[in-house]
């Protein structure tokens, strides 16, 4: 079974410019999540999406962020226009769906991350 | 906010060594807690814990959750070079799906 997968594995842009970063879930899993980390920081939740459904974007730092998750199976997270402290590592992950079971056993996937540099 | 500390936060053993890993948790509607192991790119799920005194195995692994005093511990016996990673704990809380992190535990294993 593949793995979560995400693209770029590594984007370096200036501050202004846009960027837009892909991350494929597991096969079947309807839950999709973005954290990222910034250097020296722990991993921190940005947003949870059901199928298509933004579920929860409690974690998403501003309105430069956006993101989308069209058709319920890939997902991407746009940031426009880029500032300095976006940098650092975007991971995507994903979960079965948990319908009657609650978060109890969600056990999420990791991608392998994107570093995202903004110079 | 939400806290998951993890000590100590770097760690070099010796081969065959054995290491225990802190996670403490201050997690209001705690559900459950989750190990990570980070080499290189994506962290690769260990464990998931929900139940307080129930350990769990996976070859040299284990880990146990205790909810009275809010911790878990990650324990690796007879530690080999590929045991070096950073460790990860995460903390689940109702009504919600995001995992809490700590900043993580960066085992070194030296020949």
């Known amino acids: 079974e593949a793995g979560v997968t995400q693209f770029p594995s590594h984007s370096v842009i200036e501050k202004g410019q846009t960027v837009t970063l892909r991350c494929d879930p597991i096969s079947g899993h309807d839950n999709l999540y973005w954290y990222r980390r910034v250097m020296g920081k722990e991993i921190k939740f940005l947003l949870h999406f059901v199928k298509e459904s933004k579920q929860d974007e409690s974690g998403m730092p501003n309105n430069r962020f956006l993101a989308e998750r069209t058709g319920g199976t890939y997902s991407t997270l746009k940031v426009q226009p880029a500032e300095l402290e976006d940098s650092g590592v975007y991971f995507c992950a994903s979960s079965h769906s948990n319908v009657g079971q609650g978060a109890i056993r969600n056990e999420q996937f990791f991608g392998p991350g994107t570093r995202l540099t903004v110079l | 906010e939400d806290k998951v500390v993890q000590s100590p936060l770097s760690l070099v053993v010796h081969e065959g060594d054995t290491v225990t890993l802190n996670c403490s948790y201050e997690v209001t509607n705690f559900r459950s807690l989750l190990w990570y192991k980070q080499e290189k790119k994506a962290p690769t799920f260990l464990f998931m814990l929900t139940s307080s005194g129930i350990e769990k195995k996976s070859g040299r692994l284990s880990s146990i959750l205790d909810k009275k005093e809010l911790f878990s511990i990650l324990n690796i016996t007879a530690t080999q070079t590929g045991d070096s990673a950073v460790y990860l704990c995460?903390?689940?809380?109702?009504?919600?799906?995001?995992?809490?992190f700590g900043k993580g535990t960066k085992l070194s294993v030296i020949p």
């Open positions: 995460a903390a689940l809380y109702s009504g919600s799906y995001q995992l809490t």
